[in-house]
DNA sequence: AAGACATGCAACATCAATGTTGCAAGTAGA
DNA sequence: TCTACTTGCAACATTGATGTTGCATGTCTT
């Protein structure tokens, strides 16, 4: 005799077979797509998502923490692979703070609920893959300061922190798959230019 | 007898002894101050949290909900009247931008849980509070393009969703009650400006 | 001081979500 | 084909949160 908690038990020392790591899958994403709408969904409704029983959901995550945890690791590699990608330490500062934007994006436009997750901790890989993200953005910024892209006067984590809201809002407009390239181009120009128009220009009547 | 639920209906009709009525505000503050680091945060951690008992709380609030929905309707108001009281329709384009985004950063530095669970509807009223202010802030970009303090060419509605979320950020730094006007002049600067250098300097290396 | 009202406390009822198990039926893979 | 594994289903146990009530005690208000 089986039972589920003795499979479960099982699960990391064998592989899994093709059609259980398929179910597994959908799973994943199916949560995903209904956590980013309803954070507070039930486990019925995530296994009703992927078209499955909500046994087999728990038979294949412990808990539902389990669940949310997986997703969350998953997410935070996703991150971390979409930023090293993009070469942030040695391309020139402006292209590879337009790669890593771009890369980033496309990321986050599937993994939105996950990728907020990770940020709040309790999953100690996921939050150290977060850290080091911060840690390389913050070594673009003091490039990109260097070379003059940024204002040598600004508040590096201020614009840190901007930047990461900044793609945070472009990431909800692209929710639906729209052009990663475009939204990075916006997000890069708003955040170097701003939306003010260039002193000294015509109007100028406010103050 | 009196039942909790009798009390509670006549709890519109009659006006309420001022003891109670204190009672009243230290819950929602209360509230606000622990559902804004907990937004699942039970009745139990609310009333102690208020130094109270739980069936205190209920005999005040029908329901959760009905709490939550106290604190969103409070918290809109709060807001309206931070934006009114810019003159975000009469006053000089940046002035009013200026005056609009300091006052909002006061409310939302105090009541951040609120404000944003009124963005999600499910109230009325707030959801008609938000949409009129989305408006206002609408109104008082196009007049700030025309009067040259934003580029023509930008996207308003892009603008305004990075501008609530520069306020948003900005509430988080000043969370602990930081200076106001120094974050609405961050705020304003940046979205505005940017980071970015000014083009034509020296170092641009990158592109 | 007296009546009305508010509070804390303890006990209870309900309910929804989680997690478990056994079993029958179906599928993967050798 | 045969075996092992997986799934759906139905049923159950548990738990934590919500909401209710009665009562004793204490506090306003007049």
Redesign the interface.
Known sequence: MTTHKQQREQQAKRPLRADTERTVQTILEAAERVLTTNPAATMEQLARAADVARTTVHRRFATREALLDELTGWAARQFADAVDTARPDAA????ALYQVTANVLSVKTHWSFAMNRAAEDAHPEAARIHAEVRATCARLFRR?Q???????D??LD??R??YY??I??AAKEGAGGGDTDALAT?VVD?????????AG???????
């Open positions: 020139p500062p402006l292209v990109a260097e070379a003059g892209v940024l204002r040598p600004i508040d201020w614009t922190r901007v809201a900044l945070h809002e916006r708003t955040l170097l230019r701003g939306a003010g128009a260039p220009l015509a109007g100028q009547t406010g103050v």
